[in-house]
Structures are given as C-alpha cells and as structure tokens.
C-alpha cells in the first residue's frame, strides 16, 4: 500500500517534471516564450480548456467518457449569447442562465446512462448529434456578435494590474477566477464528500463500490450532471474572451479535454487521477501548442506532437502499471 | 395452445437482425408512400447506391473492431491517409506520363500499404503495449491527422489519371462499381467473423480477453488482424471517396466516423464487445441511408436531420433494453 502511494505521488511529480522540461526546451528556442504577454496569452487561450478538463476528470475517473462536451459548450454559448443579446446584459444573470443550461444537459446524460444503462459512449455520441444540430439549426450557423457593453467590458477586466506593457498596466484576466472557483470546487468535491469519495471507488471496482453500498445510479446522475455545470461555467467564460459567438467554434473540442485530462496523469481505466495532475495536463497541452507556435513549426505539426505525446504518456502509464502488478504479485507469492 | 406455426413465426422475428430488417422495411415504404415522386425513383435509387457503400464500409470497419471489445476512432484518418499518399502517388505519376493502367495499380496498391502501416500503429498501440483501444485511436486517429495536414498543407490533393475515376462513377449491368464491392466486402466480412475461426476468436477476446488468452488462443495476433482488417476496409472507402470526389483531402469522410459507430451499435453490435452480426450492421446502415436521404428529400434541414439520428440512437438503445429487460423477467 505505501508502495502505491509512493507511486500515485510520483505521477504528478513527472508530469511536472516533463512540463519544466519542455518548457526549458520551448525557453531556449525562442526568447519570447517566458514573457509576461505570452504566458498571458496562453492563460487566457486554455481557461476554458482548463475548466472543461476538470468536469471531463469527474468522467474518467469512474471510466466514463463524455464527448458531448463540445456540442455542450456550444449550445451554451448560443444560449448564453441569445440572453444577453434579447433578455439582459447582466453578466450574473448570464452566468446562471449557461450553468443551468449546462446542468440540463449534463443531467438528460446522466439519466440516461444510469437509468437505461447505456455505454456512455454511446449516450453521449446520441446526445451530441441532437444538441449540435439543435443548435446549428436554432443559429444557422452564423455569429452572434454586437454583445452589451457590460458584459464585454466584464471579459476584460483584469486582477492586480502589476505589470506595465506600453502605457498600460495590465494583471491577470478575470477568467482566470473561475478557474480557480472551478479547481477548488472539483477538489473539494472529490475529497471531502461522499460522492466524491464515491467517484473514486466507483472507479477503482463498480462491484465493491456497489457492495460497500454507494448507489451508483445517483453518482453516475450527479457527476453528468456536474460536467454539464462546468461546461455551462466554460461556456459564458469563452463568451466573455471572445465576445462573440461562433456555434461552429468547438467541433471536435471534445478530443482536446479528454486528451489534457488524459496527459494528466488520469487512468482512463477509472480510478486515479486527480484535480492537481489536470491542471498541469492542461498547462503541458498549453506549454506544447505555443512552443510549436513561437518555434515556428509549422501548425501541421501540433497535431502530430499532440497524437505522439498523447501515446507516449498513456503507453508508458501502462507499461508501468504492467510492471508494477507484476512485481506486486511476486511479493505476494513469495510471502505466501 | 396456440397454432405451432405462428408461434414459430414470432420467434424468428425475436432477434435483433430480424427486427432491424422489418425496421428497414418499414421505414422504406413509410419514405415510399409520402414521397412517390421524388423517393421511389430510379433516380434516388442509385444515387442511394452510389453514397451507401462508403459508409456502410466504414460501419463494418468499425463494428470488426467493436466485436472485440475495443473501438476505432482512427478509421477515417486512416481513410484520409491513405486516399492522399494514394492520390499522390497517382498525381505524381500521371504527370510523370506513365501508362494509367500502371499508374492505377502502384495507386491502388499504396492506398492498400499505408492503410496496413495505420493498421499495424493502431495493432501495436493496442495490442502489444495494451492502451484503452478507445484513447489509443485517438492518440493515433490525432496522428494520422498530423501526418496528412503535414502532406497536404490544408489544401487537396488532385490530378487523378481519369480512369480512376471509374471505381466511383460506374455502373455494371446498371449496378454501381462501389455497391459490388460493398458486396463483396459484406460477403468476405461474413465469412471471416462469422464463419472462420480467426472471427470466434475475436468474437471471445471481446467478451472475455483474459479466459481466450487460457484458452490458448493468441490475443495479440487477433488484435493485429482484427486493426489490419478495419484499415484495409478503410482504404477501399478511401478509394471509393477519391475516385468520386476526384481529389483527396484530410476532411473527406470525418463526418462517417461517428455515423458508423452508430450504425454498428444500431445493428445490434454490443458495444462492450462479444456480440454483433455483419448483417445486423448492414440493414443499420441500410435504414439510416434511407432516412438521411428520405428527410433530405422532403427539405428537412440537415441539422435537424442530425437531431432525428441521434434521437434514433438513443431511442433503439432504450428499445434493446426493455427488450432484454423482459427476456430477463420471463
């Protein structure tokens, strides 16, 4: 047991580890990587990224998928940038509308893979194909732009202006806030609470789970349905970077966080993983793309990198698990 | 008691193909009936021929690899990989001004030889390093992706010799090329999962991998055949979307990759993997062509066309269950 602890600490240690190391690479490469206004940029380019990955964690860690999220975070950005436009400009009010539209969804997931049993792959590939349609034919397809002052004026606030660029001082942007909001909310869950407690042995073995008497219906119900509130969070925090709305901006997003989710260090097999090794999973799929950019590699390498990263880190997490289960087994029979 | 025969009659409805297939029927004569003019012409028809086999497939490609408990997320960028080395090679040596009989056979052969390399990254990555099939295709299906925007910068990849162009666009004895080899590849399908030992293998890697590994079968060879298999089906679709659409590009066919997962779901395939009939697959493809095409003909949006499939996904799934739910009751 304090053999697997030691190993389970070690995993965010190397992903941190591999992420100062790309970055040193990417920092002497190119010399505008470690500025501020980069590493600004990159922050405010993968908020909603980071947010997504922390509902798409919750799935995985009980050996769910979602790949509804893409469509998800579309609908609510319509959603969101229809009420704004036609309802109100308020943006607390906005935030609510997007994450009640985003439990919605999350939660007709939820029920319908706890209640009729279905895959989640398969739910949510259902699911999908409706939202993403509805949406594309409530819109046609075309930007909502022209957004109220308020709200625009909101996405650009920024917190502790303490750095000076040209006449400006500029801080870190708002978003960031809900990220953090977004972090603590997910470890807290996953730590303290029943549920999440639930998540992680729902994970590890259903049949136990089920045994030691967490009802794995309600769990399965509750994290949809908390991914779906998240989405709902990343929606109006997009709304508020880009301040526009394009339906069409999230295809194919979905692979995306499961792939940030996945280069943290969380099992897709269920079970491990945890709101620490996300961030940085997030942080490394960040520091990678923009290295490529400032290198100027080509853009049609980004793809190849994510793919071979993406394979490499989960290919060695087997391998590693391989070994230790049998290494753990000779123990076992040599005491016996 | 009840008339024997009837009875009989019943049973043999039971089962998941036979009801799929009174489904294609149903909704076949439901498009029929509202749209005479329009749906139930030669024209229509063959213009279903033409578009059909190359989802029908992709959705077999998918539902081999399903069978065995896994998925294959890569299969249209395996598709897209190999139409574009293929179509390079056949653009490259038409201006070249070799003979297109020639130039059609290496074409031909590279779209089949990248497939099997895709086949072989996918085989390994699953296989002999043991990935979640599902994360491994997409790691690889990412890859596959990198690699063609790679070649083709974005763009297309065109100047086919024109006799390529006959695998796509012609008919024989009135039946479109791509449908016989639809024919064909439903028939070679059938024959090596369903009546060949290499299929029962793969169909007991899918319900239980560690029991056929005791049982001494090979797991990882099966797997390696099974991923070699589902690429070679995506080359011939790769063929089939080049020659039709003359040019190859990354994007061509990315919308069949989760049609086909639906077909193969629809056509009664277990998604965890053990069960699901070439047949079963085929009639799912079979009704959701009619539908798309049916609904695209009476004007229906195709975004709300996207709506109905998913709904149809979820609705059969549901069926499957209260199905199963009553058989497990009785």
Redesign the interface.
């Known amino acids: 047991m304090k053999l697997k602890t030691k190993l389970k600490q070690n995993r965010e240690f190397g992903i941190l580890g591999i992420l100062i190391l790309v970055s040193i690479i990417i920092a002497l490469n190119s010399s505008a990587f470690l500025t501020v206004e980069n590493l600004f940029d990159m922050l405010k380019g993968n908020v909603v990224l980071g947010i997504m990955s922390l509902g798409m964690l919750l799935v995985l860690l009980t050996g769910g998928i979602d790949v509804s999220v893409g469509s998800m975070v579309a609908a609510v950005t319509v959603i969101v940038g229809q009420f704004l436009m036609h309802v109100s400009g308020n943006v607390f009010l906005a935030l609510l509308v997007g994450c009640a539209a985003g439990t919605a969804m999350g939660l007709v997931n939820g029920v319908l893979i706890a209640k009729l049993r279905i895959p989640p792959i398969v739910v949510t590939l259902g699911t999908m194909s409706i939202i993403i349609g509805l949406t594309l034919y409530w819109t046609n397809g075309t930007w909502i732009t022209g957004l109220p002052k308020n709200f625009i004026d909101f996405g650009r606030q920024t917190i502790g202006s303490f750095y000076q660029q040209g006449d400006e001082m500029i801080g870190f942007p708002v978003q960031i806030l809900f990220l953090v909001f977004a972090a603590i909310l997910t470890w807290l869950i996953l730590k303290y609470t029943l549920v999440g407690r639930g998540i992680y042995a729902m994970g590890g073995n259903r049949v136990s789970a089920e045994r030691v008497g967490y009802n794995l219906d309600r769990i399965t119900i509750f994290l949809y349905a908390y991914e779906g509130f998240i989405v709902g969070l990343a929606g109006v925090v997009h709304t508020s970077i880009m301040r526009q709305v394009d339906p069409n901006a999230f295809n194919g997003f979905e692979m995306q966080v499961i792939a940030a989710v996945v280069l943290g260090g969380a099992s897709t097999l269920g079970g491990y993983g945890s709101v620490l090794g996300t961030i940085l999973g997030v942080a490394l799929f960040t520091v990678i793309n923009n290295g490529l950019i400032l290198m100027h590699i080509p853009t049609f390498w980004q793809k190849i990198v994510v793919g071979i990263v993406l394979i490499a880190s989960i290919g060695f997490d087997v391998v590693q698990k391989r070994y230790w289960d049998s290494h753990t087994t000779k123990v076992d029979i040599e005491e016996a | 008691m009840k008339n024997n025969a009837t009875v009989k009659f019943v049973q043999r409805f039971r089962n998941k193909e036979a009801v799929l297939f009174l489904i294609f029927i149903g909704v076949f004569a439901f498009m029929s009936i509202l749209s005479p003019q329009t749906f139930l012409t030669m024209r229509n028809l063959q213009s279903m021929a033409y578009q059909l086999p190359e989802f029908g497939i992709f959705a077999i490609a998918m539902m081999v690899v399903i069978v065995t408990g896994g ?1 294959n997320l890569s299969i249209t960028f395996t598709s897209a990989l190999a139409s574009i080395v293929g179509g390079l090679v056949l653009a490259t040596m038409t201006t070249a001004g070799i003979s297109p009989t020639l130039t059609i056979l290496a074409g031909l052969g590279v779209f089949i030889l990248i497939a099997l390399a895709c086949g072989m990254v996918n085989g390994f ?1 699953v296989a002999t ?4 099939p ?3 295709t ?10 063609c ?2 070649i083709t ?2 763009g297309a990849i065109s100047g086919f010799p024109d006799a390529f162009l006959w695998f796509g666009n012609t008919a024989i004895l009135g039946i479109p090329f791509p449908m016989i080899l639809f024919i064909v590849v439903v028939v070679v399908a059938y024959y090596l999962m369903e009546r060949s030992s290499f299929g029962l293998k793969a169909y007991m890697i899918g319900c239980n991998p560690t029991v056929t590994a005791y049982s001494g079968v090979s797991v990882k060879k099966v797997l390696y055949g099974v991923y070699l298999f589902s690429a070679v089906l995506c080359a011939l679709a790769g063929i089939l979307m080049s020659s039709r659409y003359n040019s190859a590009k990354e994007s061509y066919g990315s919308s069949y990759l ?1 049609q086909s ?2 077909a193969a ?1 629809l056509g009664g395939t277990d ?2 993997g053990g069960y699901g009939k070439v047949v079963g697959t085929v009639l799912a493809v079979m009704i959701i062509q009619v539908i798309s095409s049916g609904l695209n003909i009476f004007g229906v ?1 195709r ?9 149809i ?2 609705m059969v ?2 069926l499957n ?1 209260i199905n199963t739910g009553k058989k497990a009751n009785a």
Not at chain 2, 129 to 132: A, C, L, N, S
Not at chain 2, 303 to 311: A, C, D, E, H, L
């Open positions: 998925i990555v390093i043991g990935i979640t599902m994360l491994a997409l790691g690889t299906s990412t890859l596959f992706e990198g690699v925007l790679n910068k974005g989760l997962v639906a779901v998604i965890n949006n975004f709300v066309i996207n709506v109905i499939m998913g709904g996904l979820i799934l549901a269950l």
